[in-house]
């Protein structure tokens, strides 16, 4: 144990077998709520102990402040990367990640601190369910469409076809990833767009987001519509009396790119 000038209670390296001890109480997590409740009391158990506490003796009003403790990088990372593989199993991989980074005691530098082996175990579902609507099947035949209809006008080879073509191909891979779960459901969400909703709770959409058509002319912020009408893109923006440039043809596809947004 480790205490005085650098400010922390307790600051030290886990043993080998407060090592195991704590992997194993993660191995054993039958929920992410137990996971996380798990891992926290494991942890802390051995840091309490060296100034006879427990766990325990804190409550609402007696709250433990984690950063009176403090433990190796090396260690931190390798206790948060197991409670994270192990939340694969319910999809809440992500959430795990974010929230043991909250709870977890301060962190030193200690590269001689033993580091356990963690076998890795995939404990995804063996199948991933994936519901889609059938107007989210229109969509999806929509962007394929505009894709190719894209690399026709503008080449397979140009920024604007490749720019939407891969974008677009993220994030429907991004659909089959099973981070958030092994259950999908995936509905329409504008022409060019999906919403997606998965079984760790998490929503989010991917969006389509269209170039606007303007006016190369410098001094000239108008919008230009595909009837070839210009118009200010907020009130007050400047539109000049001329013929405009646009940029983009009124009779190509609208170039754009998809993202994801939660």
Known sequence: MTTGNDGYRVRRAFTAAELDTILTEITHATS????????????????????GTT???FTAEHRLNQADYAIPLNQWQAVAAAATRRAEQWGTGVTVSLDIANVMPSMYDDPAAPVPEVVAVDRRPLMHELHVARDATDVIAAAESHID??????????DIHL???TSWHRQLARLFSMAFGARTKISRDGSRSLFVHTASGLTFAVIFHGSRRHCTEQACAATILDDGTAWPPRPGTAVLAHDHTPS???????PGHWSFHS
């Open 163 to 165: 720019e939407a073509l």
């Open 248 to 254: 983009y043809p009124l009779d190509a596809p609208q």
């Open 32 to 51: 992410t709520a137990d996971l996380l409740a798990r891992t926290v009391r494991a942890v802390f158990g051995p840091l309490l102990a060296d100034h």
């Open 149 to 158: 209809a894209l690399g026709r006008y503008y080449g397979q080879a140009s």
């Open 55 to 57: 766990f325990d003796d």
